[in-house]
């Protein structure tokens, strides 16, 4: 069979790391040309010479939409148009609300959301010139509260409601955005979230119920995003699927 993404131009944010990572692999290995971007270069860089030929690194800060047009148009100029935008990059601040300053605040929008507005708008016009597809990383905490975690549910409540007005905006030219939703996954970012101040108790009242609570690995995630890049889900708009084991069923 002939890879899902032979021939097609993609940009993945937030790929030194994690599920951003995984999912630049996933696309180049069944035959896109990824650009990648992350605001870490060294661990960008590392991931590009793992991902070999297919991926070209470029270094970027989501909340910085200058950075995002730049980057939109190294992977246009590089790749000759865009088919798929995975839009990865976000970060996670547990906090108490009395300790959630307006400047940890505003750092969460900005990079969770405010992220994926920039790189979605300055990618939109190539997009639509073939049809194309975003993929927005999105959480369970944007389906369901989660305490202690105040910004970074907004935000990811922000990531489900931009996935779908853009879905009905853009559903004429084609354009297929849609969301991932995930419970924990095993990632650097995960691993540095604990902190001593938090009633994990309550936290862990939302745990996925498969598995025992077990987290999902980053490879987990990203079957989920290929797919829903993928012509296999050309009748999928507006969704966030959840891979959560279970966590918001009820």
């Known amino acids: 069979m002939t890879p899902r993404f032979a021939g097609k131009s993609a940009i993945v944010t937030g790929a030194a790391s994690g599920i951003g990572l995984a999912v630049a692999k996933r696309l180049a290995a ?11 270069v ?28 730049a980057m939109v148009d190294r992977a246009v100029a590089l790749n000759g148009g865009l088919d798929v ?32 507005y920039h790189m979605a708008r300055a990618a939109m016009p190539h997009l639509v010139e073939r049809r194309g597809t975003i993929v927005n990383m999105a959480s369970a905490a944007g389906l369901v509260g989660v305490p202690f975690n105040a910004a970074y549910s ?3 409540h922000g990531v489900i409601g931009l996935t779908k007005a853009l879905a009905l905006e853009f559903s004429k030219e084609g354009v297929r955005v849609n969301a991932v939703c995930p419970t924990g996954v095993k990632t650097p970012m995960v691993a540095q979230a604990s902190r001593a101040d938090i009633d994990w108790s309550m936290v862990m009242r939302a745990a996925p119920w498969l598995d025992d609570g077990a987290l999902c690995d980053p490879e987990d995630i990203a079957d989920a995003v290929a797919f829903l890049a993928s012509h296999e889900a050309k009748r999928i708009t507006g969704t966030a699927l959840a891979v959560d084991g279970g966590q918001t069923a009820g």
């Open 30 to 40: 069944e035959g896109a040309q990824v650009v990648i971007g992350d605001r870490n």
């Open 154 to 156: 907004a935000s990811k």
């Open 85 to 116: 935008l995975c839009n990865i990059a976000g970060i996670l601040d547990f906090g108490r609300l009395a300790d959630v300053d307006e400047g940890r605040w505003d750092r969460v929008i900005a990079i969770n959301l405010s992220g994926v």
């Open 42 to 69: 060294e661990g960008l860089e590392a991931a590009a010479h793992d991902i070999g030929n297919a991926a070209t690194a470029v270094a970027l800060d989501v909340a910085d939409a200058a950075s995002c047009r």
